[in-house]
């Protein structure tokens, strides 16, 4: 065989080698690309997106698209191939398995944690908006989880509104941190409650609920590297009652990052005309009660995704402004947003073509 001819074959088995060897081996990486984006004007699987009852709405044009991200599942390990394929493509990303599943999260507790943050971002979103509307709306601190295995568990219920910790009343989910905190390990804390249920037929009743009852737990030592904080082994979240029916019908996904376009569809439906002009705004950002936008994750992501649908502007959270500008698609214009009235200002400039100051995204943020 002459040596040009066998070099060739060497090279080849090498390279063949290679691949199939790259097939096998396991990398700690993990791929996000571009997922669905949803008018939350329109229908999605057949019916309305956002649905209300028991106020007067109004039909609404154009397009508030929240938008989402592709992520491999946590039980997936993604093979060397795979990686170099992605981090050579351009609409997707590769990071480091811990980043999108710190701490060995599993599927299952991935899951469950993005469902509690997507109905608590629905929560919010129905707040902000009404809070813009001057629609009142009733808040409580609740326990939103009991951490199995703790001092809370079988004494503190999910559900369960806290009306007092150590007989200081609780306005916010952190005063409960604060007042448990301000013990030491194996200290008793004395919680004051309703029960959800009470509570529920209180306001049906529109009355004050009154089976409050005292719950005492000791408390137990954080498992922190650091110095020991006093825990019970709860999270604590907000409940609301609204004076209308508002919901969000969107299956298959989760997390908190479409709480600004949700609460900009409400309100879109909950005022005459239409927000956008009817133009295709597309965009992202958790939503606290008070308006106020957060940052996300996937961000890079969410753009291509978006202007792959036809999106001509996009609301981007603030401090998601400095990655989004480094690779912003072509014919995508970002505009920055803090704050659910930044949101509803910005949508006033571009229904009516005044787009010239609109706040802009740089690579410096």
């Known amino acids: ?25 396991p990398v700690p990486y ?51 191939v795979e990686a170099v394929y992605g981090w050579l493509a351009h609409d997707s990303k ?18 469950q944690e993005n469902a509690e943050e997507f109905t608590q971002s629905q929560e919010s979103a129905k707040v902000a908006a009404l809070q813009q ?8 601190v609740i326990v939103s989880t009991v951490v199995k295995d703790s001092p809370a568990e079988g004494r503190l219920h999910a559900g369960d509104v806290i009306k007092a910790v150590d007989g200081t009343t609780v306005k916010e989910p952190a005063d409960v941190a604060e007042l448990v905190t301000k013990h030491k390990p194996g200290q008793d804390v004395v919680f004051k409650v309703v029960t959800a249920k009470e509570q529920a037929a209180a306001e049906k009743e529109h009355r004050t609920a009154t089976a409050t009852r005292d719950v005492t737990i000791t408390t137990a030592a ?38 600004l376009m949700f609460s900009l569809g409400i309100y879109d439906k909950l005022t005459p005309g239409d927000l956008t002009g009817g133009k295709f705004v597309a965009g992202t950002g958790t939503i606290d009660d008070d308006g106020k936008v957060g940052p996300i994750g996937g961000i890079e992501m969410k753009t291509v995704g978006a ?24 014919g995508l214009r ?21 787009t010239a100051d609109l706040p802009k995204c740089t690579t410096k943020g």
């Open 307 to 330: 202007r792959g649908k036809g999106a001509q502007y996009f609301l981007t959270p603030a401090d998601n402004c400095a990655a989004a500008a480094k690779d912003t698609p072509s």
């Open 1 to 25: 065989m002459p040596r040009r001819t066998a070099t060739m074959l060497a090279s080849t088995l090498m390279l063949i080698a290679l691949l199939c060897a790259g097939v096998f081996i």
């Open 94 to 111: 590769v990071v480091p398995h811990d980043t999108l599943y710190p701490d060995g999260k599993t599927e299952e507790q991935s899951t």
């Open 30 to 80: 993990s791929e996000m690309s571009p997922g669905p984006t949803v008018n939350t004007l329109g229908d999605h699987d057949g019916e309305p997106v956002l649905q209300i009852s028991g106020h007067k709405t109004y039909a609404a044009s154009g397009h508030l698209n929240m938008t989402t991200v592709r992520v491999t599942s946590a039980d997936y390990r993604m093979n060397l």
């Open 222 to 259: 954080s498992h922190d590297t650091g110095a020991k904080r006093a825990i019970v082994g709860i999270s604590a979240g907000t409940d609301h009652t609204f004076p209308f029916t508002i919901d969000i019908k969107l299956a298959d996904v989760g997390g908190p990052s479409a709480g």
């Open 334 to 354: 970002l505009v920055k947003v803090n704050t659910i009235e930044d949101a509803l200002e910005a949508l006033k400039d571009i229904r009516g073509g005044d």
């Open 133 to 140: 509307l001057d629609i009142p709306v009733k808040s409580w």
